[in-house]
């Protein structure tokens, strides 16, 4: 039997198939970030045919403070509740699984954007973008927690599946966990466990809000492929973490290199650190980066690489990519 058609059973995660659209940012949603026509439209046309089972909506941010770019996708208010249900309802009227996407992007986040100085773990500039951040404070620090647990909230209520926590491509979460960009000398700061001690404070926030039905999804930038960054070590110590604190599905992705490798261009080209974190984790993985045909689906799963495999630009290239690679498999 195909590898990427078998169904997926796992705790309170339960797809159809292995194929996963994970989160790319459209740039298509209303100036105040509520979904608009042209993002209602484009989920559509990526999900029809229910082929997919479950899509990663793009990013979105919890405050104003962590807006990452312009049209971003709001979760920040209750105004945005509504419009977010007729989301969720084309996804999943098409026969697919719909995931929301939590993101706050701290150092990443520009003062022209946002209105304000963007805040950060330490006072250290980001690797690929932002201005100089300022350090946050501990009140800052559970502001934020209770931030990301109100837009899992606003998730729930407007009928999704599950939410995804970000924390990869060098946004907020990304930045606590790397060394590059936590110099904090608090409780956390300094080794693994203190430095994902607000991951760990957002998943039981989280939890609290959705309730015990819902999987929660964490995003995990498992290396920064840079020297002194995240290593596949930290990222298994992590990962062991979050399945104990009661996350379901570890997504697999880089941290400061963002989501591609320049120096690597196999499909799969994650596989390394997928596989690292199986090791450790009896939760489900998902691997996503330079995956474009089937038979490298199907030999990734085969293989043991990964749970579910992520195909991202080839979907957003090709809205009938699944369609046509079912339809080689059967």
């Known amino acids: 039997m195909s590898q990427l058609l078998k169904p997926l059973e796992s705790g309170r995660l339960v797809l159809k198939n292995r194929l996963i659209m994970p989160p790319m940012a459209t740039a298509k949603s209303e100036k105040d970030g509520k979904v608009s026509r042209e993002v209602l439209e484009y989920y559509d046309e990526k999900s029809r045919g229910g082929y997919i089972s479950l899509i990663i909506v793009e990013h979105s941010f919890i405050e104003q403070q962590g807006k990452a770019s312009e049209n971003q996708l709001s979760v920040a208010e209750d105004s945005t509740i509504e419009n977010l249900k007729k989301l969720a309802n084309v996804i999943q009227k098409n026969g697919s699984k719909a995931v929301m996407q939590l993101n706050h992007a701290g150092s990443a986040a520009l003062t022209e954007v946002t209105g304000s100085i963007p805040i950060a773990p330490s006072a250290v500039a980001n690797p690929f973008k932002g201005d100089m951040p300022r350090e946050l404070t501990k009140k800052e620090i559970k502001d934020i927690v ?20 970000h924390s990869a491509h060098g946004y907020l979460l990304n930045q606590f966990f790397s060394p590059l960009t936590n110099k904090r000398t608090d409780e956390y700061g300094g080794d693994v466990n203190s ?18 039905e819902m999987p929660i999804f964490i995003r995990l ?41 320049e120096d690597n261009t196999l499909p799969g080209y994650f596989a390394p650190l997928s596989e690292g974190i199986k090791e450790v984790v009896s939760i489900p993985v998902i691997l996503t980066g330079g995956i474009t045909e089937v038979k490298d689906a199907e030999r990734l799963l085969l293989e043991g690489k990964a749970d579910l495999i992520g195909v991202g630009r080839a979907i957003y290239k090709d809205s009938e990519w699944a369609k046509k690679a079912f339809e080689s498999l059967r």
């Open 195 to 212: 430095r994902i001690k607000i991951h760990l404070e957002i998943i039981k926030a989280v939890r609290e809000a959705v309730g015990n």
């Open 221 to 261: 930038g498992a290396s920064d492929y840079m020297e002194g960054g995240i290593t596949i070590e930290d990222s298994k110590i992590a990962a062991h973490e979050f399945e104990k604190a009661g996350v379901d599905v570890i997504d697999i992705s880089g941290g400061f290199c963002r989501f591609t490798l």
């Open 146 to 165: 209770e931030s990301f647990k109100k837009a899992a909230l606003r998730v729930k209520k407007a009928g999704f599946d599950g939410v995804e926590i």
